[in-house]
């Protein structure tokens, strides 16, 4: 049998984390976000932006890691590349409060 499907999803689990997701200005959040290393802010933005009240289409988005203060406004910068881990908050802002 070549279909390790199962495998493969208990090796997709073991690389989640699990982050909150929050609008910097109004505070509104998503609090259990699942997410990969891999995954990329554009993705995170497709998803969850209209629930924490973040213009998808901005010409400019800034995400925070809280703990650590690295930021970024590159929309394929990954989960690992930001450096989160379980249990950290993601803050975003859209251009109507970035100078």
């Known amino acids: 049998m070549t279909d390790y499907s199962i495998d493969n999803a208990l090796a997709t689990a073991k690389n989640c984390i699990t982050i909150e997701l929050m609008n910097?200005?109004?505070q509104t959040s998503v609090p259990q976000?699942?997410?990969d290393g891999n995954n990329t802010m554009r993705?995170?933005?497709d998803e969850y932006a209209l629930d924490v009240g973040i213009n998808p289409n901005a010409a400019k988005i800034v995400f925070d890691n809280k703990r650590t203060g690295d930021s970024t406004s590159d929309l394929n910068e990954t989960v690992a590349g930001l450096g989160l881990?379980?249990?950290d908050v993601l803050l975003?802002?859209?251009d109507g409060c970035v100078a």
């Open 33 to 35: 976000v699942s997410v």
């Open 85 to 87: 881990q379980d249990g």
């Open 43 to 45: 993705q995170l933005l």
């Open 24 to 26: 910097k200005s109004t």
């Open 92 to 94: 975003v802002t859209d």
